[in-house]
């Protein structure tokens, strides 16, 4: 089954506010990656962070790792419609070094 | 970033036929991986590639209908064994590479009739 499950599976914000995703895992990992996918095509790299970090940044994304409550964050600042996409949270277990993907949060920024 | 093509894009296929994926990777991918990503749903791992041996499969998803080749580092196939409408999905080639970062392939959009 898969591990990461993100939270809300869906969310709606006005362009310019900020926006909040979190993710839970169930197993150790090395480490936690956030994907985007635009409607119809593939999936895009957004930002890796590691076990042994607690926070990243990349441009308007802050990412947050707590690795005692098996859970992470991502927040898109001062959001833009081009922000529209889904996201997901992906893992990679300290045992076979599989990535999994959670369900994804769907997000919807209003012009 | 690491480079990884895959192809065919997209393929119309007939029920009861197969269909194999290639998926060349450049040489910083360390690990490849198959995913298959249905209709409004996430990615999941069908399997792991292993260089000249069998791969390693996840629950639910059994050799006979995926078998998967990797004969070298930088190269892997599945197979989409006798296909049924069910089997109409994305496929994805994912490489890992030695930074931990994993890179996509540009996916397979399968079609069953």
């Known amino acids: 089954s898969q591990q990461g499950e993100e939270d809300p599976q869906a969310l709606s914000i006005q362009e310019g506010e900020n926006a909040t995703m979190n993710c839970s895992y169930k197993t150790s990992i090395n480490n936690l990656q956030w994907y985007r996918q635009n409607s119809g095509r593939g999936l895009v790299h957004l930002i890796l962070i590691r076990s042994n970090e607690r926070e990243k940044h990349s441009g308007r994304l802050r990412v947050t790792l707590d690795t005692s409550k098996k859970s992470s964050s991502l927040l898109i600042t001062a959001s833009r419609a081009a922000d529209t996409a889904s996201y997901f949270c992906?893992?990679?277990?300290?045992?076979?070094?599989?990535?999994?993907f959670g369900a994804g949060t769907r997000l919807f920024v209003k012009a | 970033s690491a480079v990884i093509s895959q192809k065919p894009s997209r393929d119309i296929c007939q029920r009861g036929t197969s269909l194999t994926i290639q998926c060349q990777v450049d040489s910083q991918v360390t690990m490849m991986f198959w995913y298959r990503q249905q209709p409004g749903q996430s990615l999941t791992l069908i399997a792991t590639a292993n260089q000249g041996s069998e791969a390693t499969y996840e629950s639910g998803f059994v050799i006979d209908k995926f078998p998967i080749s990797r004969p070298n580092l930088t190269f892997s196939t599945l197979t989409v064994s006798n296909m049924s409408p069910e089997d109409s999905s994305i496929y994805l080639c994912l490489g890992l590479t030695n930074t931990g970062e994993l890179f996509f392939g540009e996916g397979s959009r399968l079609t069953v009739l």
């Open positions: 992906a893992t990679e277990d300290t045992g076979g070094f599989k990535t999994i």
